[in-house]
């Protein structure tokens, strides 16, 4: 099974630039809107718009608050979300192609950005 989030979710992700190191998606949604079960590989998020979502991975979730502005890290993990909030998502996520574990705790211990 494909978990590339673009295979899964290509109404939400986008490649917007891409090389042998890095992977760049421009994500998007609108309150309401959910994503399928997919991964994300180590990356660094940076946050065009703020937002509220549920993460989900396994048995454990986590809801999270984003300011617009803000870059942090997200390690690899699989998941799935829902825009909870009452305004749009839009994030910029640039994957790193070096191979990193997959730390997306069942637990959402490590679910989500860690800034």
């Given at each position: 099974?494909?978990?590339?989030?673009?295979?899964?979710n290509?109404?939400?992700?986008r490649?917007v630039?891409?090389?042998?190191?890095?992977?760049?998606?421009?994500?998007a949604d609108?309150?309401g809107?959910?994503?399928?079960?997919?991964r994300?590989?180590?990356?660094?998020?940076y946050?065009l718009?703020?937002f509220?979502r549920?993460?989900?991975?396994?048995d454990?979730?986590?809801e999270?608050t984003?300011e617009?502005?803000t870059t942090?890290?997200l390690?690899a993990?699989e998941?799935?979300?829902e825009n909870?909030?009452?305004?749009p998502t839009?994030v910029l996520?640039v994957?790193?192609?070096?191979p990193?574990p997959?730390?997306?705790a069942?637990?959402?211990?490590?679910l989500?950005?860690?800034?």
């Amino acid at each position: 099974m494909d978990l590339d989030p673009v295979a899964t979710n290509g109404d939400h992700y986008r490649v917007v630039f891409e090389n042998d190191r890095v992977r760049v998606l421009d994500y998007a949604d609108r309150p309401g809107d959910a994503t399928t079960n997919h991964r994300h590989p180590d990356s660094v998020m940076y946050t065009l718009s703020s937002f509220r979502r549920l993460l989900v991975s396994g048995d454990g979730s986590r809801e999270v608050t984003m300011e617009a502005g803000t870059t942090a890290w997200l390690p690899a993990q699989e998941h799935r979300g829902e825009n909870i909030g009452d305004t749009p998502t839009h994030v910029l996520l640039v994957e790193l192609k070096e191979p990193g574990p997959l730390v997306g705790a069942q637990d959402g211990t490590l679910l989500g950005p860690q800034t």
